[in-house]
């Protein structure tokens, strides 16, 4: 019989997508009240691999990464998924754009290991965990950089987000030390 253990900690993650700066500037506004204080921001990427969220987002999308300081349970994955569902929501109605769609928050989670996120869609590659809510391995970290699998979107496959994913694993790895001593 195996040996039952809890996994690490791990650093809770928020892609969020918006061709609004002020939708932006909300969600991090939103994510530090109820989660905490955000430790990295990364630039505001254009969002140009795919025209996906054009017909309900708009055109000239820009998706940023907030990482949060405080480690977290990789099984709050689920419920961060909702509330961030819940968020987005409540921006259609304080942000009052054209757009159905205004604000896109995806949670996720980054280990020393992957990049993992939350999902509402099932597919082959997707973990179901509860509530409606998927979990997909994005990216893994083998041999010194970020792997992406065959499912990986097209704009996580870049090297400026990679470089932003290995400064969240640096802080990710100091943290872990810091609660080791």
């Known amino acids: 019989m195996g040996t039952i253990s809890l996994p690490a900690p791990a650093l809770g993650i928020v892609a969020a997508i918006s061709r609004y700066e002020a939708a932006l500037d909300w969600a991090q ?7 905490g204080a955000i430790e990295l921001i990364s630039e505001r990427f254009d969002f140009t691999e795919t025209a996906y969220y054009e017909s309900e987002m708009g055109s000239g999308l820009k998706k940023q990464f907030l990482v949060l300081g405080e480690l977290i349970d990789p099984a ?10 819940g968020w987005e929501a409540a921006y259609v109605t304080v942000g009052r754009h054209a757009e159905p769609r205004p604000l896109n928050l ?43 699998w065959p499912w990986t979107y097209p704009d996580y496959r870049r090297a400026d987000y990679h470089a932003f994913f290995s400064e969240a694993r640096e802080l990710l790895r100091r943290r872990l030390r810091e609660r080791q001593a």
């Open 29 to 35: 506004r939103q994510i530090a009240t109820c989660w």
């Open 76 to 85: 709050s994955l689920a419920e961060r998924k909702l509330q961030t569902n």
């Open 106 to 148: 995806d949670p996720g989670y980054l280990t020393q290991a992957k990049l993992v996120l939350a999902s509402t869609k099932d597919h082959a590659h997707r973990i179901y965990l509860r509530s409606g809510i998927y979990a997909e391995v994005t990216l893994r970290f083998r041999g010194g950089s970020w792997e992406a």
